[in-house]
Structures are given as C-alpha cells and as structure tokens.
C-alpha cells in the first residue's frame, strides 16, 4: 500500500497532515494541501495575486456589460 501523501505546505514548521483526495488541490500552483491550507490565503499560494488579478478582470468585465445607460432606459 503506497503512503498517504502529506501537506506540501512550506513553512518554518511543516504540515505532516493528510492531503484531502479531491479538494486538496490548489488551482492556481497545483500543490496538494491537507483541509487547513488548502485554501491560497491559508498557504501563501505564489500564484494568489495572479488569481485575484483575474477575478477582478472578470467582474470587471461583467459590471461593464450590466451598466445602464440612457439609450437603455424606457422612456416615460
């Protein structure tokens, strides 16, 4: 039987947690993380303000697009 893999954290005082099987993956740098760090914030991903960069973009793009504007508006 293989070993359970461990937290990739990378801190003074590493993690010896298990990795969650399917949550335990971070989307952005791709390192498995055990329930505790599994989140960017929580385990300092390098790849973090990439991510928020893109989720800005995206609201961004989105407010734009809902914007009303006069032409839009009925007339009374």
């Known amino acids: 039987m293989a070993?359970?893999?461990r937290c990739q954290l990378q801190a003074e005082a590493p993690c010896n947690s298990a990795v969650l099987r399917i949550v335990g993956q971070?989307?952005?740098c791709r390192a498995e993380f055990c329930g505790a760090h599994r989140l960017p914030?929580?385990?300092n991903c390098n790849?973090?303000?990439?991510?928020r960069q893109q989720a800005f973009e995206r609201n961004k793009a989105k407010?734009?697009?809902e914007r009303t504007v006069a032409p839009k508006m009925a007339t009374a």
């Open 26 to 28: 971070c989307p952005h």
């Open 47 to 51: 790849k973090l303000e990439d991510c």
């Open 63 to 65: 407010l734009e697009s």
């Open 3 to 5: 070993a359970k893999k």
């Open 41 to 43: 914030e929580h385990h």
